[in-house]
């Protein structure tokens, strides 16, 4: 079974400041992909950004991109110019290739945007 | 934009009872999904479901729950006989297609277990 690590329960940064969440996971597949979906106080579970492992240029969107270290399996997110409305949890997921899509998420990232 | 849709918002049951978690879609979407979140912890997936059968299931997924396509627009989870364990919030999700395509999550329902 995949095993998703966030190792940063909590953190915070200041407005317009750059933020990295940090994600570790553990599997055999070469083919899979990872995600970064976020959850603001609604609950309500957003994706931010989406990587293929086939694919070694690391996804952007916008203010958001990852660092993906497929060697290392590592993929973090990064923020830049934080705003108030980037205050959520955040979590990483794994999904396999060939399976039925089951997203394996990690136990998340709560992050604090202070002005 | 379209969005996945959930009803009812909030749930309360006795334990015992049974519970139906209905779920719209998205209208050309053909992969559908149930995961759920027990306060302060992890979303745990549940089911994935496509061509009107269970493609894959996690260990959550016991028989005292099952999920059914009725119709050509909802997607619904059924909860047996409900536990008190069984308090969470309830996603469901939808995408286009598998193959790590991006996955849609409704609002959610809050289930709460008396």
């Known amino acids: 079974a995949q095993t998703v690590t966030q190792s940063q329960p909590e953190m915070s940064v200041q407005e317009a400041e750059t933020v990295t969440l940090s994600c570790t996971y553990d599997t055999s597949e070469n083919n899979y992909y990872l995600f970064w979906y976020k959850q603001p106080p609604s609950r309500q579970m957003i994706l931010v950004i989406r990587?293929?492992?086939?694919?070694?240029q690391n996804a952007t969107e916008n203010r958001f991109s990852v660092n993906f270290q497929k060697a290392a399996k590592s993929f973090s997110l990064k923020i830049s110019d934080s705003q108030l409305g980037d205050t959520a949890m955040y979590f990483c997921a794994f999904m396999k290739e060939y399976s039925g899509y089951a997203l394996n998420f990690g136990k998340g990232t709560s992050l604090l945007v202070t002005p | 934009e379209p969005e996945v849709t959930q009803t009812p918002s909030h749930q309360v049951t006795q334990m015992g009872q049974e519970v139906i978690l209905r779920c719209v879609p998205i209208s050309n979407h053909l992969y559908f999904y149930w995961y759920r979140q027990i306060l302060g912890q992890k979303v745990e997936f549940l089911v994935s479901?496509?061509?009107?059968?269970?493609?894959?299931k996690s260990e959550i997924f016991d028989d005292q729950f099952s999920v059914e396509r009725p119709d050509g627009s909802n997607f619904t989870l059924k909860i047996r006989s409900t536990k008190l364990e069984d308090s969470a919030m309830y996603f469901c999700?939808?995408?286009?297609?598998?193959?790590?395509?991006?996955?849609?999550f409704g609002p959610g329902t809050r289930l709460l277990v008396l």
């Open positions: 479901f496509y061509n009107n059968e269970i493609s894959e």
């Open positions: 990587q293929e492992a086939y694919k070694q």
């Open positions: 999700a939808s995408s286009d297609a598998g193959g790590g395509k991006t996955q849609y």
